[in-house]
T-cell receptor, first 113, second 113 residues
Framework: AQSVTQPDIHITVSEGASLELRCNYSYGATPYLFWYVQSPGQGLQLLLK??????LVQGIKGFEAEFKRSQSSFNLRKPSVHWSDAAEYFCAVEAYNTDKLIFGTGTRLQVFP | EAQVTQNPRYLITVTGKKLTVTCSQN?????MSWYRQDPGLGLRQIYY???????DKGDVPEGYKVSRKEKRNFPLILESPSPNQTSLYFC????????????FGNGTRLTVT
C-alpha cells in the first residue's frame, strides 16, 4: 500500500534562510506527487505537483521540489524563506489511476524575523 | 470566483444529535471528497464521489454518510455523532480522473460533547 512520511513535525527557520522539507513515499511505481500548504484557518492550497518528466518542479510562491526515484523522496525547497511562509505543509501521493490521494502528517513551519 | 464552500465553519453539538455539513463547488468538478484532519494524523479520507450518484468509502468512513444527488453538492452526514468525531473537516473537489489538483474548502471545525 502506498504511504507518505514527513519525518519533521515542526521546523523553525529564520527569515531569509533556506528551507528544505522532507517527504518520503512508499509505492511500487512512480506515483503522482503533490505539495500542499495550509495557512491558519484556511483550506489546503496546491504548491506544486510532479507527474513525469523533469524531476525538478517549480511551484508557486518561489517553492520547488525534486523527485528522486532512488531515494523515494520528493523534498520541498525554498532558497529564502519569508515570514508569510509560516504554515503547515503537506506532502501527498496518488497512485496512478486510483483517485486515492494519501497525505503525510504534515510539517509545521515557523519563521522567526 | 471558483471555490468550494463549506458550511458551517464551526459547529458544536452533543452526542447523538444528527448533523449535516454542506459542501458546494462551482467549478463543475466530477470528483468530490471529504477529509478529516487530526493532529499528528494529517488528512484522512472519509468518502469520495466520482460523479452524481457514485460514492465510495475512503479510509475512515465509519459513522459518516454522504450523498451526491447533484454534481455541485456533496453533504457529509453524521447520523449519531460521537466525541471521537470531533475534528476539522475539509471538502475538496477536482476534475475527473486526470490527477488535477484538489481544490479545498476552508474547513468545518466540529466539536461533539
Amino acid at each position: 500500500a502506498q504511504s507518505v512520511t514527513q519525518p519533521d513535525i515542526h521546523i523553525t527557520v529564520s527569515e531569509g534562510a533556506s528551507l528544505e522539507l522532507r517527504c518520503n513515499y512508499s509505492y511500487g511505481a512512480t506515483p503522482y506527487l503533490f505539495w500542499y500548504v495550509q495557512s491558519p484557518g484556511q483550506g489546503l492550497q496546491l504548491l506544486l505537483k510532479y507527474f513525469s518528466g523533469d524531476t525538478l518542479v517549480q511551484g508557486i510562491k518561489g517553492f520547488e521540489a525534486e523527485f528522486k526515484r532512488s531515494q523515494s523522496s520528493f523534498n520541498l525547497r525554498k532558497p529564502s524563506v519569508h515570514w508569510s511562509d509560516a504554515a503547515e505543509y503537506f506532502c501527498a501521493v496518488e497512485a496512478y489511476n486510483t483517485d486515492k490521494l494519501i497525505f503525510g502528517t504534515g510539517t509545521r513551519l515557523q519563521v522567526f524575523p | 470566483e471558483a471555490q468550494v464552500t463549506q458550511n458551517p465553519r464551526y459547529l458544536i453539538t452533543v452526542t447523538g444529535k444528527k448533523l449535516t455539513v454542506t459542501c458546494s463547488q462551482n467549478m463543475n468538478h466530477e470528483y468530490m471528497s471529504w477529509y478529516r484532519q487530526d493532529p499528528g494524523l494529517g488528512l484522512r479520507q472519509i468518502y469520495y464521489s466520482m460523479n452524481v450518484e457514485v460514492t465510495d468509502k475512503g479510509d475512515v468512513p465509519e459513522g459518516y454518510k454522504v450523498s451526491r444527488k447533484e454534481k455541485r453538492n456533496f453533504p457529509l452526514i453524521l447520523e449519531s455523532p460521537s466525541p471521537n468525531q470531533t475534528s476539522l473537516y475539509f471538502c475538496a473537489s477536482r476534475m475527473g480522473q486526470d490527477n488535477s489538483p484538489l481544490h479545498f474548502g476552508n474547513g468545518t471545525r466540529l466539536t461533539v460533547t
